[in-house]
């Protein structure tokens, strides 16, 4: 009568026999309990597999906003950077003496410059005191310069009228000495 009641079936995943009171159902489909356990340890295996999945995507999630962080602060420290290079730049412009665009002045040897500056001077000294001055000594150093005074002792300056002057070269170097013929003594 129990023999009769001992009823066999085969578990759908592995195909072994099994005591039907054994078997475990499961949407329709009988499964022994080895499979069951297997199951149940895959599952177990794929939950744990989706926990590390989401585990490592929250920590990549994290892991770029710091490196995003990092870059921006990486970028704010390289801007800054160039704010204050660009800074100093200025401030080193800013405190170089004015580009030397420098027109080398010898009025040792530039006597036609001598010439135009002691002629301004003279023209600085009528305009404020409203006559020539007696002679180019009185022009420094406020008219021209002691330098140009120094040069201007080879010009003879004569005061004619109120109004009109006469300057003449009398000395020049002694490299560009004139000849009596009015050319460079080469004999020099
Ligand atoms: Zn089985």
Not at 61 to 75: D, P, S
């Amino acid at each position: 009568m129990g023999q009769e009641q001992q009823r066999y079936i085969k578990c759908d995943a592995c195909g072994v026999s099994i005591l039907e009171q054994c078997a475990i159902e499961e949407s329709g489909q009988f499964f022994c309990g080895d499979c069951v356990v297997r199951a149940t340890k895959k599952e177990v295996v794929i939950a744990e597999k989706i926990s590390k999945e989401k585990r490592d995507k929250e920590y990549e999630i994290e892991r770029n906003k710091t490196i995003l962080k990092q870059k921006k602060r990486g970028v704010i420290l390289f801007v800054a950077t160039l704010v204050v290079l660009g800074i100093t730049q200025l401030i080193a412009i800013y405190n170089q003496p004015e580009p030397l665009v420098t027109t080398k002045v010898d009025l040792e040897t530039d006597t036609a410059l001598a010439n135009a500056m002691i002629i301004s001077g003279i023209n600085g000294y009528y305009s404020v005191h409203e006559k020539l001055p007696a002679q180019l000594k009185v022009l420094a150093p406020q008219y021209i310069s002691d330098k140009l005074f120094q040069v201007s002792k080879r010009f003879h300056y004569q005061r004619l009228n109120d109004d009109s002057y006469e300057l003449k070269i009398i000395q020049q170097r002694e490299e560009s000495t004139l000849n009596r013929s009015g050319l460079p003594d080469e004999n020099k």
